[in-house]
């Protein structure tokens, strides 16, 4: 039987946090090990937030700040290498691009420079450690 469609959107902080927080929780505080106070920043009711369901399943999840800079690039671990973290880049992408962003910013994990390099995204100054985890700035021109 085929996996269900992947449905990707744009959602209302306000209707949508407990789901977008599962997701963020189960990936950022419980498998990273990231605190939660750092994680749980108050910045959300501000952001345009991202997304993807399977089914039923919420599966991933992202936000984009008022200065555009992503931040919070989530997928479940059972979901991982299906291309939805690059479909949910895609509509980050295309959400900055229909309210003016001339460039997406972001602060990659170290472990995930690549992703963001096959999307386009250039690395920005020396690396970094935050929350314990090595960090680097790239950016993407739209």
């Known amino acids: 039987m085929p ?4 449905i990707i959107r744009s959602v209302d902080w306000s209707e949508a946090a407990a789901r977008c927080l599962t997701i963020r929780r189960r990936v950022f505080i419980e498998e990273q090990q990231i605190p939660e106070t750092i994680e749980i920043d108050g910045r959300d009711p501000n952001c345009l ?3 993807a369901s399977r089914g039923p399943v919420d599966v991933g999840t992202a936000r984009l700040l008022p200065d555009a800079h992503v931040g919070r690039v989530a997928v479940l671990p059972d979901y991982r290498g299906q291309g939805i973290g690059a479909a949910i880049m895609r509509a980050v992408a295309e959400a900055a691009r229909t309210r003016g962003d001339s460039a997406l910013h972001l602060a990659s994990q170290a472990s995930a420079v690549p992703f963001y390099l096959a999307l386009g995204f250039e690395p920005e100054g020396p690396r970094f450690m935050e929350a314990g985890i090595p960090h680097q700035n790239m950016s993407l021109k739209l």
């Open 3 to 6: 996996a269900p469609p992947l």
């Open 49 to 51: 937030h991202i997304l």
